[in-house]
């Protein structure tokens, strides 16, 4: 089998390459669009001359055309094809033209290559992207989302672009993949893809089958600005400056009781209060919010020390995250454990000979107060008991869940560069954010109004999934290619930590050797200096594995806002903004 690896080429000049051939029956004038490291648009090649040994990263796609028995079309490539001749694969792929959808992309080449048209259309996969290399180094590299296409028309083959077809059932095609008869690309999507086969009206539930706008999005070299939905106010403007009171109030409190038994449990207490005083978005308190909202009720101020409740949770996490990736700063200043690694009086005191072993300690055990404080900040709420009730046991989920999202990061066994450190990456990322973030405290919220609503909670756990998973890709993005300045945080920590984020194992998958070598030795280095760092952001970038996450968080974000729409308008306002900002923003 070829390989599946490789790097971005820095020149879109292919006369610089001697290697380039063009096939004599490939159209003149159709070209691909070539893509920057986020995956926009930013220039055109002629198709002819595109693929060579240092193939840029440009737009593809991938198309499984099924009928209603259940049966996939499968196709060998014709035996002139520039790339992977005479090999069997999906049923169609091709190129978007500048100007054009992806629906009317593959809608076009379904009838260039097997003379069909298609009756339904849905994406499968947004955001595949891959590399791989042919025996005589000729290279592929697309930012390639997956379709699902159902027809009832006679396939018939254009000789010039296919040379035979068989429709067989999806476990054939997956036994196929497996076994390594199909391209590389098709091996890998299938892989994704999983044992389930695609359809257009069926669900992927982390995937978001259906009708979504990547399918009519058109193509341009100038790319539009993202869409930001604006609801007037700031979403933030009900919580923040009401959760900020309830906090200050309830540690000032907090800390002075502490003093009275002793000056040091003070310092302790206050050590929460530093985080607190420290910024943040408020962005878990503004959900409880507009998940409360969404149940068709006014404004309650009862719902604000619920909100406060699950900020002072938030407050128990980043203190033990900050531990476990060993981060030297969070939000401009130095974290709990660093603090307390240099208190000399503390160090006298506890008579510790060992200053990072006491900070450390000190910071979890400022976690388990924070982790107390928002318990008894949630069962102090002035709200009916029985609301409480209901919040109490979704607020207990949500502690199990980040738990044990966090105990799976820390516990992380399989290859990174494995199909399977994916799948584990994505489990996490759901546990440890995604459902932490947005969903559970959407329903936490929903939760305190009368007449718990079913409906309503599978509206916002599909707004809240969707939108968590691409809050958490955000973040990702940030700890890799952020600002310092912006982020409060290092863009070296997650390297240093060796974090597993998709983004590094997408690009541990499709980094070309060379990259892949120089990733590897990156990560997990605590000594990785800055100019190191910039190295392992490159071949993050050129790998394609950039483009692909930043087409996934769009993906994400279109899932999330389409569920909104069904929502009341004050509620559907508020979470379309804040599904515009959490994926857009810088920190």
């Avoid at 539930?205 to 106010?233: I, K, N, S």
């Avoid at 900020?311 to 980043?318: D, G, I, N, S, V």
């Avoid at 008579?351 to 006491?358: Q, Y």
């Avoid at 200096?529 to 930043?550: N, T």
């Amino acid at each position: 089998m070829p390989g599946t690896t490789g790097a971005l080429a820095v020149s879109a000049d292919v006369a610089a390459f001697p290697d380039v051939a063009t096939a004599p029956h490939e159209q003149t004038d159709e070209h691909v669009v070539l893509l920057d490291r986020a995956g926009h648009p930013c220039g055109t090649t002629p198709k002819a001359t595109a693929h060579h040994r240092h193939t840029e990263l440009h737009q593809g796609f991938s198309c499984y055309l099924a009928r209603d028995d259940g049966r996939y079309l499968l196709t060998r490539r014709a035996e002139h094809k520039r790339t992977w001749p005479g090999w069997w694969s999906n049923s169609c792929c091709g190129h978007p033209q500048l100007g054009e959808t992806l629906r009317e992309a593959v809608q076009r080449r379904l009838h260039v290559e097997l003379g069909v048209t298609c009756e339904r259309l849905a994406v499968v996969l947004p955001d595949f992207a891959y590399r791989a290399a042919m025996d005589d180094g000729t290279v592929e590299h697309e930012l390639c989302p997956v379709v699902v296409a159902v027809t009832t028309d006679d396939v018939e083959p254009n000789p010039e672009e296919v040379a035979e077809v068989e429709w067989v059932e999806w476990a054939d095609l997956a036994a196929r993949a497996a076994a390594g008869y199909l391209s590389p690309w098709c091996t890998e999507q299938v892989a994704l893809l999983g044992d389930a086969p695609p359809r257009v009206d069926g669900g992927y539930p982390h995937r978001g089958v259906g009708a979504t706008p990547e399918l009519d999005r058109r193509l341009a070299v100038v790319r539009l600005p993202e869409p930001v939905q604006h609801a007037g106010a700031s979403p933030f403007a009900p919580v923040s400056g009401a959760v900020d009171a309830e906090l200050d109030a309830f540690v000032e409190q907090r800390v002075r009781e502490l003093e009275r038994v002793d000056p040091a449990l003070g310092e302790l207490a206050q050590s929460v209060g530093h985080l607190l005083d420290a910024g943040g978005k408020r962005l878990r308190p503004a959900f409880v919010y507009w998940g409360h909202r969404a149940a068709g009720v006014p404004h309650d101020d009862g719902v604000m020390r619920v909100a406060a409740a699950m900020e002072m949770l938030h407050t128990f996490a980043l203190l033990q995250d900050d531990v476990m990736d060993r981060s030297a700063t969070r939000r401009g200043r130095p974290t709990a454990h660093a603090v307390f690694a240099d208190s000399a009086p503390l160090h006298r005191r506890a008579r510790a000979h060992d200053r990072e072993w006491f900070g450390a300690s000190a910071a979890v055990l400022a976690s388990d107060l924070a982790f107390v404080w928002a318990d008894e900040l949630l069962d102090t709420a002035s709200l009916p008991a029985d609301a409480l009730a209901r919040a109490r046991a979704i607020f207990g989920t949500l502690r199990t869940e980040v738990v044990c999202g966090q105990f799976l990061d820390l516990a992380a066994t399989s290859d990174p560069g494995s199909p399977q450190a994916e799948v584990d990456v994505r489990r996490v990322a759901l546990l440890k954010s995604a459902r932490y973030t947005v969903t559970r405290p959407l329903l936490l919220g929903a939760a305190l109004a009368p007449g718990p609503d079913e409906r309503l909670a599978c509206v916002l756990r599909r707004y809240g999934d969707a939108l968590g998973r691409a809050f958490q890709m955000r973040d990702d993005v940030l700890g890799l290619f952020g600002d310092p300045a912006v982020t409060g945080k290092s863009a070296c920590d997650d390297l240093r930590e060796g974090k597993r984020t998709l983004l590094i194992v997408r690009a541990l998958r499709m980094a070309d050797p060379a990259g892949h070598a120089v990733l590897v030795r990156g990560l997990g280095d605590p000594d990785l200096d800055e100019a190191a760092a910039e190295r392992c952001r490159e071949v993050v970038a050129r790998s394609g594995a950039l483009a692909s996450v930043e087409a996934l968080i769009r993906h994400d974000r279109d899932v999330a806002t389409s569920a909104a729409g069904c929502l009341a308008p004050a509620a559907r306002d508020g979470l379309l903004t804040l599904a515009a900002t959490t994926t857009q923003r810088r920190s």
